[in-house]
């Protein structure tokens, strides 16, 4: 698929595709942009799958685009299980996230325009923070660490400790 094509898709998007990452197949790699890559990067990334944040003007488009993207044979360690995806064609691939209940899209539009704004300013990578308290996003990595901690099986200091770290990395991100 043709960028200009990837990009057509991810600009037409509306809130009824909000929750949809699109990854296109582009030679041995996926790529996504911009709202796909926002997505990606705050829902399916943690410390241990980090993606690099590149930005780039195309032939044919009048913005900077901002995009990921991973090789086609590492799917499975950006989507574990695969779950929620879907096979759009041979070179599309759609994955359907749950988005936190509550989030209005508009304020979800502005979070993502700060954040392509900062990317496009810095040219680093960024990994997205919400800053509005409308939008409560914990990131998966953490998420993972509390349900596979074994809480019942550790004494009350250690579960004391447990508590204390995950509070430092929650305060970071804030």
Known sequence: MKV???L???DSRCDEDANIIHLFKHGMFYRAYNWSAWLILLFLCTDKNKLTILCKKYNGSSNET????FPVSSIEKFIPNQIG????SENQIDIEIDLPKGV??????????EWKNQ?????????PKTKNKNINVI??????DIL???LEAKTQIENIEFISKLKRRLLSLI
């Open 139 to 144: 990131p998966r990595d953490i998420i993972i």
């Open 119 to 127: 990317v496009k300013d810095s040219n680093e990578e960024i990994k």
């Open 104 to 113: 209005a899209y508009n304020d979800m539009i502005t979070q993502f325009e």
């Open 85 to 88: 995806v879907i096979y759009t």
């Open 8 to 10: 057509k898709i991810e």
């Open 66 to 69: 901002v995009f990921v993207g």
């Open 4 to 6: 200009f094509d990837a």
């Open 148 to 150: 596979s901690y074994p």
